[in-house]
């Protein structure tokens, strides 16, 4: 009838061995999902240029290290291009990094 304390927590233990992993990865996902959700908020009020900016970045799998050059190689394309001025480009770059930043 009586139940060994020592049965009882070597289970929660075992328990929480499992679970512990299990939360910390739905906590982590949450994390980026809602840093996904301010990016693409952040994007939509985004200039044309600014968005296209952004978009191609995306679209570039960008990494904290790589982010920074497609976009200014992105800026550099539309500028040659004369879809935008150096002043413009510079602008919708910077505000296009702003919402890339979110995702970091």
């Known amino acids: 009838m009586f139940v060994q304390s020592s049965s009882i927590i070597g289970e929660g233990a075992s ?7 299990f939360l910390c990865f739905v906590c ?3 994390v980026a999902y809602a840093d996904q959700k301010a990016a693409d908020a952040c994007a939509a009020s985004l200039s044309p240029p ?3 900016i952004y978009q191609t ?3 570039n799998h960008p990494t904290p290290a790589t982010a920074r050059s497609i976009v200014v190689a ?6 040659g291009e ?5 002043a413009d480009g510079r602008a919708a ?9 979110m995702l970091q």
């Open 15 to 21: 328990m929480m061995k499992f679970l512990f992993p």
């Open 28 to 30: 982590l996902t949450t």
């Open 50 to 52: 600014a968005k296209q």
């Open 57 to 59: 970045t995306l679209a």
């Open 74 to 79: 992105e800026v550099e394309k539309m500028v």
């Open 82 to 86: 004369g879809k935008l001025s150096m």
């Open 93 to 101: 770059g910077e505000a296009a990094g702003a919402c890339l930043r």
